[in-house]
């Protein structure tokens, strides 16, 4: 029987829940801890008063993101989990499940005209 307040059934509420909190997990601590952008105000904030040029900042961010956090290994692990990358020795290659994903983020970036699709890469050999 539905609530005469809230007159969706159960199940309706619940996959909102779960859609709502996995929504604001996706867009708030999932994003924040990842961003450039929060570190480098954090870094600015941990030293008001004391001025940072972008050289010291950037060098800043490759250290901390880069070196102590370790981005880049970090997410080849999870791509790898993810099944979508491979590794070969010391190397990485896609995956046809990887080649599938990106293109279709290369899409969906294409769709909303972001201005930087890194999905669409192009790189030397």
């Avoid at 990106?102 to 790189?123: H, P, S, V, Y």
């Amino acid at each position: 029987m539905c609530d005469p307040i809230y007159p969706a059934p159960p199940i309706i509420k619940i996959l909102l829940l779960f859609f709502f909190n996995y929504s604001l997990y996706g867009m708030i601590p999932f994003n924040i801890s990842r961003s450039n952008s929060i570190m480098i105000m954090g870094y600015l904030k941990a030293n008001t008063g004391n001025p940072k040029t972008e050289i010291e900042i950037e060098e800043f961010v490759k250290l901390k993101y880069f070196k102590e956090y370790g981005a880049i290994q970090k997410r080849l692990k999870e791509q790898e989990l993810a099944g979508n990358i491979i590794r070969k020795g010391d190397s990485y290659l896609i995956t046809p499940r990887g080649s599938l994903l990106i293109t279709a983020f290369g899409e969906i970036t294409d769709l909303f005209k972001m201005k930087n699709n890194f999905a669409k890469i192009n790189t030397p050999p």
